[in-house]
């Protein structure tokens, strides 16, 4: 084609190529183009929505290079102000294919081997195009939805891609982000049902979702042994004080915790036992010692101290909400017990672990998750290498757990999410990040997530964020985010063969997470009995039991102090 007037006519309909443009300047990467209006109104009759939607924001175009066809995605518009039938685009080549007769992209693969040329034709892609470039090759993956603006090409992730270089998924809240998450984990559990998963939600919102592929621990059965804490975990649970009260409280509990770990028999047998070691020990004995340690006091200045650690810990000992965690039987070692059952060692079938936090009080919750993450990490370090089980973890609400430095200062939650993003993949643990704030994350963790799935975005700083972390070849992609629709998403990163926006597949109703959104107008239409309700919200209130257990029967707190 020698002249952007032959593209002016177009080209035969149907199944013929339509150049709809030429190309005015290439850099690496990416070039200019300007495509003629006339063309593109003519594409408007065809049933193919690809082609019909060709030369448009977000669309796909192919350019022919000797050999190969590059695909290319309109990434932004204006007007050409020298003539009213066109306009001018850039354009982002995404990847390249082989010429195969009338295919485009066999052997599809990202990158360029050889740029166009001023004044190579563009030319519209078709269905068949994009069923090429997104047809899944020999590795393992999982169909999650239709490539837009197709509705039937399907879109997939590549297992491994994906997990072993961790992922994000954002969206504002409303986008159907939760629905995604289950999808997705639910795609995965199918392909690989000896897996190891584990979901820490912190509105209980999954247990329905995996009722049938998953086991459920909520605070009425985790179980979880205070001994396993280390430290700094132990310090955020007991230490009360600030500056130099604080620091004076976290040298009595190192003191005194060593000690109390030292008095099991099994520290015997440990040539480095330190205070972060997991080993049982008796909240009694650790009370013991801080009683022996302030009646050897020379000075009563330092007494307060004491006195706060130990009314802290008979607080949390006579508070049944902390009973999962305190309860007097898990003194004992059960710390294969626990690693069974939260990572899915003898998975049976259920290789997701559902850990539901909505029960856990919100003073310890981060320790939670804190020591549930570091179990997790420690567990693939002290793993021979040659035994190892990739295990992936995801964190919904990743803001309130790896805030950035602007939002919050280090925990040890913090800490150990942090070091799982920048070290898990060495040995096998992969982090799923689910977040509506991706601008309030913590910018180094979110950098090591090679796969985002970006949802609708409705804050400025956010959709900041993802057009920072998003690959240059994906910058076509951003103007949509805030424009998706619900169950849309645009996919960038190792997961996916090149950056994509797509449509998820629907969910059974069954597999979806529970929606805690309320009908006003409905509960407002109809009082109700009031009288009768409010008195069981307060006897719940008092009695610290749960209104609304969901799918999971919760036991007594009673129950937890038998045995």
Known sequence: MDSFNDVRAGAAMGGAAVAIGVIDD????????????????????ETDLTKQRSGTIGSHVKVRVGPRWLLGSVRDMRRDLGDKTTVIVNIDFLGEGDAAG??????????????????DPIIAAVREDLAAVFATDHRPHVEIGTVYPTTDVKAALFIDALLSRHFAIVGSTGTG??????????????????????MLDPHGEYAKAFAATGVIFNVDNLEMPYWLMNFEETCEVFVTGEGAQREGEKDIL????????????VAGNLPNLTVDSPVPYVIGDLLGELQQQMGMLAQAD??????????????????????????????????????????????????????????????????????????????????????????????????????????????????ILERIAKEGRKYGVSLGLVTQRPSD???????????????RLNNARDQEWVQAAMPEGARGFLDTIPALRNREAVV???????????????LAESRCPSSDDPSFSGHWANDGDTSVELDRIIRDWRSQTTADPGPVLLRPVSALLQG
């Open 492 to 506: 960038c990163g190792e997961g996916v063969a090149v950056p994509v926006r797509l449509s998820f597949d629907n």
């Open 254 to 265: 190192a003191k005194c915790l060593l000690a109390a770990r030292a008095r099991n028999p």
């Open 177 to 198: 982000k939760s629905t995604a998450t289950a999808l997705i984990l639910h795609r995965i559990v199918a392909a690989a049902p000896r897996g190891h998963i584990v």
């Open 441 to 455: 994350v913590a910018e180094g963790t979110l950098a090591q997530c090679g796969t985002i799935i970006a949802m």
């Open 102 to 119: 009338d295919r485009s992209f066999d052997n599809f693969r990202r990158g360029v081997t050889a740029y166009p040329r001023s004044g």
């Open 302 to 415: 330092e007494l307060p101290k004491y006195l706060r650690l130990k009314r802290k810990i008979e607080d949390i000992l006579q508070d049944s909400r902390y009973n999962f965690m305190f309860s007097r039987k898990l003194s004992n070692d059960t710390m294969a017990t626990f690693l069974s059952r939260i990572l899915r060692l003898d998975g049976d079938g259920k290789p997701i672990s559902i850990i539901d936090l909505s029960g856990v009080p919100s003073e310890v919750v981060s320790v939670v998750v804190a020591l549930l993450s570091r179990i997790v990490f420690d567990f693939a370090i002290w793993t021979a290498k040659d035994k190892r089980r990739p295990i992936l973890l995801v964190c919904e609400e990743a803001h309130r757990y790896v805030p950035s430095k602007e939002v919050a200062e280090g925990s040890a939650v913090r800490q």
């Open 26 to 45: 290439v850099g690496f990467g990416s070039a200019v183009a300007r495509l003629s209006l006339n063309v593109m109104d003519t594409l408007q009759a």
